[in-house]
T-cell receptor, first 113, second 108 residues
Framework: DSGVTQTPKHLITATGQRVTLRCSPR?????VYWYQQSLDQGLQFLIQ???????AKGNILERFSAQQFPDLHSELNLSSLELGDSALYFC????????????FGPGTRLTVL | KNEVEQSPQNLTAQEGEFITINCSYS?????LHWLQQHPGGGIVSLFM???GKKKHGRLIATINIQEKHSSLHITASHPRDSAVYIC??????????FGTGTRLQVFP
């Protein structure tokens, strides 16, 4: 158990819908990272927050947004969902960016029908 | 174009064998991560290194900065080592660029 929690574990929805994925980092970790893992693209970095502020942005679509709240939990919002958004979404956390190991959550499996 | 290349893509071994997985990256990095993804999907961070060598139990990770190359070694492999091993390079920003992974199967 990494100490990072993600909810829900599974999510099935329809095209055009909007969903919110939630992540709670390990106690004391200030940095949260979001990753997408799909069959054709592998693991891809989406976005990183550090102590409430966006710190780095990767291949995140405009239909996707994220935020980190004052209690350090983070949410990833996916809207206007398409079939190709079906993937595993991982959250990871670390104490500080750049220098620390990242601890991964169990992931949320999103299926868009 | 993926800036991180892993080899081999698939690897089959008998229990007890010494295993090596390779990772090459294209330009200078600030750190190299090795991750393990279990069949159930969970990801565990194994190593983060920027120089030299690190060891944890039967796992050893090395990095050669000049050659832009890292290796993950597993000594005395065991069926429970069966997983996908992924290397990821961290460049100047904090974002990780991932390799495509090496699927390892260890048979008894």
């Amino acid at each position: 158990d990494s100490g990072v929690t993600q909810t829900p574990k599974h999510l099935i929805t329809a095209t055009g819908q909007r969903v919110t994925l939630r992540c709670s980092p390990r106690s004391g970790d200030l940095s949260v990272y979001w990753y997408q893992q799909s069959l054709d693209q592998g693991l891809q970095f989406l976005i990183q927050y550090y102590n409430g502020e966006e710190r780095a942005k990767g291949n995140i679509l405009e239909r996707f947004s994220a935020q980190q709240f004052p209690d350090l939990h983070s949410e990833l919002n996916l809207s206007s969902l398409e079939l190709g958004d079906s993937a595993l979404y991982f959250c990871a956390s670390s104490r500080h960016p750049s220098t620390d190991t990242q601890y991964f959550g169990p992931g949320t499996r999103l299926t868009v029908l | 174009k993926n800036e991180v290349e892993q080899s081999p893509q698939n690897l089959t071994a008998q229990e007890g064998e010494f295993i090596t997985i390779n990772c090459s990256y294209s330009v200078g990095i600030s750190a190299l991560h090795w991750l393990q993804q279990h069949p159930g999907g969970g990801i565990v961070s194994l190593f983060m290194l920027s120089s030299g060598k690190k060891k944890h139990g039967r796992l050893i990770a090395t990095i050669n900065i000049q050659e832009k190359h890292s290796s993950l070694h597993i000594t005395a492999s065991h069926p429970r080592d069966s997983a996908v091993y992924i290397c990821a390079a961290r460049y100047n920003t904090d974002k990780l660029i991932f390799g495509t992974g090496t699927r390892l199967q260890v048979f008894p």
